[in-house]
């Protein structure tokens, strides 16, 4: 997920169907009716700060072991009894807490 951008904010504003350049510097609406520039900061605004409350999950994703790593680990924990996936998926959970 990249950082939002204006296209962004005027697309969730009026929905599909409109073109441009992906920074918001040109748009076409293709009839639509454009929305003012308040409504477009506003929310620019807002769709910046959902994406700056999922940086916990941008870093966790990043660090968690992969999925064949994961079920390997899950695997072995049923052999031995033991919980190195939990312990695995714990630490990346306590490096990166949500919020």
């Known amino acids: 997920m990249r950082v ?3 296209f962004n904010a005027v697309s969730a504003l009026v929905g599909r169907g ?4 992906s920074d918001g ?6 009839g639509k009716t454009p929305p003012t520039e308040s409504a ?10 959902e994406y700056n409350a999922q940086a916990y999950a941008r870093s966790r994703a990043t660090e968690y072991p992969s999925i064949q790593d994961q ?6 924990d049923k052999v031995n009894s033991t919980d190195k ?6 630490a990346v959970k306590d490096k990166y807490p949500k919020g």
């Open 18 to 21: 409109i073109s441009g350049r």
């Open 25 to 30: 510097s040109e748009i076409d609406f293709h």
């Open 40 to 49: 477009i900061i506003a929310k620019l605004t807002e769709l910046i700060a």
């Open 71 to 76: 079920l390997d680990l899950q695997y072995w």
């Open 85 to 90: 996936w939990g312990e695995a998926v714990k």
């Open 4 to 6: 939002p951008t204006r």
